[in-house]
């Protein structure tokens, strides 16, 4: 399995990014994606993640409005886009491959991560 996060990189407070994670090796259609961070010394948090069907988002409070998460399964890819960013975002974000219902998990599959800094 394996799980390749892209889209990372320098961008100013304000501005906007798109991650993607492409996934292989699995059945990608049948899986929760979730998105993941951790910054320098905090803890890893969820972002955001997207039932297999898309029917059903999770955000974690501080990324509410500012970034959406959407799958193609034709693709075996998640995206997330993200607007608004603001210092705080800055972190290493990691896709992964979660339960089969909810959000919470656990998630057996990780992205090797990329790396997302913003500017002030």
């Known amino acids: 399995v394996q799980l390749q996060a892209s889209g990372g990189g320098l961008v100013q407070a304000g501005g906007s990014l798109r991650l993607s994670c492409a996934a292989s090796g699995l059945t990608f259609s049948i899986y929760t994606m979730g998105w993941f961070r951790q910054a320098p010394g905090k803890e890893r948090e969820l972002v955001g993640a997207?039932?297999?069907?898309?029917?059903?988002?999770y955000y974690v409070d501080s990324v509410k409005g500012r970034f959406t998460i959407s799958r193609d399964n034709a693709k075996n890819t998640v995206y997330l886009q993200m607007n608004s960013l603001k210092p705080e975002d800055t972190a290493v974000y990691y896709c992964a491959a979660g339960p089969r219902s909810g959000h919470s998990g656990p998630y057996y599959y990780w992205g090797q991560g990329t790396q997302v800094t913003v500017s002030s």
């Open positions: 997207i039932s297999w069907s898309a029917g059903t988002t």
